[in-house]
């Protein structure tokens, strides 16, 4: 069951990041609710937060984002790419949305951003994929299963192979 969770997770976030980057890349998704995105308009919003060179930082947090997002959804490196999203994602809140509080900015009101809500929430998915890592139903459970099976079989092998076979094999000696 905890796979199951942890693949919720995964792919609740990866559908998050991958369509977040992709409008800060390319611009899709774009509308009146949402704002012109891509690469210009991020470089432009991030320089009047202050985060400089505005192009090159708006080209950082769309990749991070997008292939971070699919890296987490694949189940692929996901502590890594969890690390790195998270880093994004704190910056953002630091230098984004603390100063408009906690709450999203329900009411639609121009003057005022959205608060730490959401950020807080993403970061809490991430934080928990970065501890426990991609789960069960992922490349990296995968990978580590076959690990585990290997180092399994090595071990009955020892545990089948007295001291003077080891040895000669060129294995350790438990000693006797």
Known sequence: MIGLGLTAIRLTLSVVF???GAHVLF???SGPAVGPGGLTETAAQLTRAG???GYLMALFAGVIQFAGGLLIGLGLLTR???AAVLG???LAAWKQHLMWGFFLNWVNDPTRGQGLELS???AGGLLCLLVTGAGDFSIDGLR???AHARAAGRARRRRRAGPMELTRRGGR????
């Open 80 to 82: 890594f790419a969890a």
């Open 18 to 20: 991958v369509l977040h």
């Open 173 to 176: 000696s438990t000693g006797a």
């Open 88 to 90: 994004y994602v704190l």
């Open 27 to 29: 611009g899709f998704w």
């Open 144 to 146: 580590m299963s076959r």
């Open 120 to 122: 807080i929430a993403l």
């Open 51 to 53: 985060i400089e060179p």
